[in-house]
Every structure is written in C-alpha cells, then in structure tokens.
C-alpha cells in the first residue's frame, strides 16, 4: 500500500525560509501526480501547488513566486521550497497523492 511520510516543518520567523518533504513508498512515483495542501487555523484546506508525472506545476495566487514543488523520482520524494514566509502561511501542510492519498501533515508556524 501507499505510504506518505512528510517532514520539515517548525518554527520560523516572517521572512525565513522552509522546505518541506514528503517521501512515498509503495507505489511507481514518477507515474503519479502530487501536491501540497494547506489548512490554516479556522480556515478550509486549500490547494498550494501541484506538479503532475510530466512535471508541470501549479500553483495558488497566494503563493506564487514564493513556493516551489518539485520532485526527485529517484528518491520518491517531492519537496515544497518555501521562501518570503509570512504569518498567513502557519498552517498544517499535508502531501496528496494523486488527489486521494494524504500524509499526515507537517506544522509550519510563522511568526512576525
């Protein structure tokens, strides 16, 4: 079966950086589609960003140009590089597989 273990969230000051991983084993990685989602306190789960099998990316408004995911088949692993963090990104962060399976969510808090 699918397994999804995420990693890489903490503590960070508004301005910092943080890259969050999310290692899948169970499955032919480079054939699946990926994302990363969010879910702040008191708010819906929102899509971050998504990179397909074919590596083509996207991402939400609020994020762009900060945020980057990317993938490395050979370690079954997709990464979400997240830069200029502001306090509105505190959030649990959860990897998605294929738009079904989810990892059990990593904190990321950003202080001001």
């Known amino acids: 079966q699918v397994r999804l273990v995420e990693s890489g969230g903490g503590l960070v000051q508004a301005g910092g950086s943080l890259r969050l991983s999310c290692a899948v084993s169970?499955?032919?990685?480079?054939?699946?589609?990926m994302s990363w989602h969010r879910r702040a306190p008191g708010k819906q789960r929102e899509l971050v960003a998504r990179?397909?099998?074919?590596?083509?990316?996207n991402y939400a408004d609020s994020v762009k140009g900060r945020f980057t995911i990317s993938r490395d088949n050979t370690k079954n692993t997709v990464y979400l590089q997240m830069n200029s963090l502001k306090p509105d990104d505190t959030a649990v962060y959860y990897c998605?597989?294929?738009?079904?399976?989810w990892g059990q969510g990593t904190q990321v808090t950003v202080s001001s």
């Open positions: 990179i397909t099998s074919g590596g083509s990316t």
């Open positions: 998605n597989f294929q738009g079904y399976l």
């Open positions: 169970g499955s032919i990685f480079s054939r699946n589609d």
